[in-house]
């Protein structure tokens, strides 16, 4: 109960914490793991999620965006994986702000779940067709000097970052 009320319901987090949880305790032969211990472990910060880190984006938020992928290094998060899910976010902006009619037809035309196509909307609209093709853009760009090696991973997707924001 203590790890939910810490981590939320998000089974990515939960899995990762218990992953952590049993490193930390193993060898142990415990029936339960006192609360303290799971308080103690369970991270400094898991109110941050990437979901966070891609909205503050969307919202063109810079402050809070740097600042929720600060907190998302900091609990081990692999920057990698938190620029997959920019790009994938984008995508999913740039769909909802392509399509037309209410947030039925715009789920119905995309894929997504009209309660995500509520949530989108404002931030979608935001930014125009061009805005999009060159956010992608970036994206693809940094994604690619990170899988060849040319650059540091966090700067890249912290400069990313920026440049969305901007």
Do not use: M
């Not at 793991?33 to 990437?50: C, F, K, M, Q």
């Amino acid at each position: 109960q203590q790890l939910v009320a810490a981590a939320g319901t998000d089974l990515g987090v939960i899995c990762g914490e218990l992953d952590k949880l049993a490193a930390n305790l193993a060898g142990r032969a415990t029936e339960a793991i006192p609360a303290e211990t799971v308080r103690a472990l369970a991270g400094h910060n898991l109110s941050d999620t990437v979901y966070d880190l891609t909205g503050a984006i969307g919202r063109r938020d810079r402050a809070r965006a740097l600042a929720v992928f600060q907190s998302l290094l900091d609990t081990g998060e692999d920057p990698t994986r938190l620029l997959t899910a920019i790009g994938y976010e984008l995508i999913k902006l740039w769909k909802v702000a392509s399509a037309t009619g209410d947030s039925w037809d715009i789920s119905r035309r995309t894929g997504i779940h009209e309660y995500a196509v509520r949530q989108l909307l404002p931030a979608a609209r935001k930014r125009s067709e061009r805005d999009y093709l060159r956010a992608i853009d970036r994206t693809y760009r940094a994604e690619h000097r990170i899988k060849s090696g040319r650059g540091d991973d966090t700067a890249l997707v912290q400069n990313l970052i920026i440049q969305l924001t901007s």
